[in-house]
């Protein structure tokens, strides 16, 4: 920690010291009364400003909560504008891929019937090779007919050619006629074997075209039910298509509702951002002003008591002046003997103590308070049952020793830290602050005494400066419950 700016302090006037003669006697009941009047205000001065931190407290998570919704608000409002551009171009590009799909179902309907003419064509053919395979059959069997016949005429013509060649010139003629029917016979059995054999060709291509058509009839069928299947799927798709283009037309109405609900609601909600910032303004300025009249009373209350007040209080104000006093001794008697110097006593020279929540520091001069502050500030704890604690701070707020109930190691709860291990912590808030820095005899504040989970305890505070050598050291604090 950095060493703290140098203080500069404005002491008020010094209290007068309490009279005491015959002519205030019967005053003192009077002035008694005053004192516990203005205790009384200043506990309720005090109780009313914790009410109004309160409130402020409340009022500024209000706000941070109001800031969030706006960023919450500004985040609805530009996801409904994305929305609604969203949901446009996807109506746009699901109408273009419902279009696309009634092309491709119309095209796939035509490649159906198409596929189906060319199946219906290709069994028509497979039943016109049928026939002819029949027809070929048929011929391949007359022209087994016409063979066998022509081998028979044949024989027989050289049968008679045999006769005639017997009976001399009497079968000349005979011989002729044997010889021209042998000649037509072997003309006959020429071209009859021509037929067969470009007969057994023909069936046998006819055979193999029968075979291919088929297959392709087979192929047709099985890529018609796969078409069809196609065709099915596609119009199903179609019909999702068309719904979620249904779904996305009612969505981005609701987005174009949402938006213009979103738009209508910033100007209402500004208003009410800005009613309750001016709320806070309003809030935080009572509690400033009230916050002002704790001076006020607090200085009401050591003028009463400068009158000659003699109240429940006073043997306690008496007792931590006197404490202040020998505190201020001790810390000179430490420097006479060389313990100290008094460039070290009087350091602001603050070092955070690593590993600690909260944080805790050390100071040149822990090690002296260490050793002598708590013969005095133990003491002081048995003065009254109301006494809560008793411990000096110097003139910026540090604690660096404390009573030892309030000294314990510090552990891993910050929350049990905070309220058992008070020691070497900077306590520089008003009423630590104040204590440090008065030079008047005696200071009396009254505070809220934070005790956790939002519970308070109403506090005094009564605090005398440590002086050592005439030098403002700082101020011994004795805190005690109304």
């Not at 306590?427 to 519970?455: C, H, K, W």
Request: net charge negative; proline share 4%.
């Amino acid at each position: 920690m950095n060493a703290l700016a140098p203080i500069e302090h404005n002491a008020a006037p010094p209290l007068l010291p309490p009279l005491d003669h015959p002519g205030r006697r019967s005053s003192d009941a009077i002035i008694s009364e005053m004192v516990e009047a203005s205790v009384r205000l200043g506990h309720d001065i005090v109780d009313v400003v914790g009410f109004l931190e309160g409130v402020d407290s409340a009022s500024a998570r209000q706000v941070e909560k109001l800031v969030e919704v706006r960023d919450n608000a500004r985040s609805v409002s530009q996801a409904s504008a994305s929305v609604v551009a969203a949901t446009d171009r996807l109506s746009s590009v699901m109408g273009g891929l419902i279009e696309v799909l009634a092309a491709s179902s119309h095209q796939l309907q035509q490649a159906i019937e198409a596929s189906q003419q060319v199946m219906g064509w290709v069994s028509g053919v497979g039943g016109q090779l049928a026939r002819i395979d029949e027809a070929m059959r048929a011929t391949q069997s007359s022209n087994s007919r016409i063979l066998d016949i022509a081998r028979e005429v044949n024989m027989l013509a050289m049968n008679a050619k045999i006769e005639a060649a017997r009976a001399g010139d009497r079968g000349r003629g005979f011989a002729v006629v044997a010889d021209a029917v042998n000649a037509l016979s072997a003309q006959t059995t020429g071209a009859a074997r021509v037929i067969s054999e470009t007969v057994g060709s023909l069936a046998g291509e006819i055979a193999i075209l029968r075979a291919e058509a088929e297959g392709v009839v087979g192929k047709a069928e099985t890529g018609l039910k796969d078409l069809d299947s196609a065709g099915r799927a596609l119009q199903q798709l179609g019909k999702q298509a068309a719904d979620g283009s249904t779904e996305l037309s009612a969505m981005g109405s609701e987005a174009q509702t949402m938006r213009a609900v979103m738009q209508s609601f910033g100007p209402a909600f500004r208003s009410l951002y800005t009613g309750v910032l001016d709320q806070n303004d309003m809030v935080n300025e009572a509690r400033n002003r009230v916050s002002d009249l704790i001076q006020l009373s607090e200085r009401m209350v050591q003028q009463m008591f400068a009158l000659g007040g003699a109240t429940e209080d006073r043997p306690l104000i008496d007792a931590v002046m006197q404490a202040a006093s020998d505190l201020g001794k001790l810390l000179e008697a430490a420097v006479e003997r060389g313990e100290i110097s008094t460039a070290d006593l009087f350091s602001q020279d603050y070092r955070d103590i690593p590993n600690t929540n909260p944080q805790q520091v050390l100071a040149p001069f822990t090690a002296i308070t260490d050793r002598y502050f708590p013969i005095v500030q133990e003491r002081l704890l048995g003065l009254d049952p109301r006494v809560v604690f008793s411990a000096a701070v110097d003139r910026n707020g540090y604690l660096p020793t404390h009573n030892k109930k309030f000294s314990a190691p510090q552990g891993s709860d910050p929350v049990w830290n905070a309220a058992n291990c008070r020691n070497r912590r900077m306590f520089n808030d008003r009423v630590g602050l104040s204590a440090g820095q008065s030079t008047d005899p005696f200071l009396m504040q009254i505070y809220r005494r934070d005790m956790g989970g939002g519970e308070y305890v109403m506090m005094k505070d009564v605090s005398a400066p440590i002086l050592v050598r005439g030098r403002h050291w700082g101020g011994l604090r004795l805190g005690y419950r109304f």
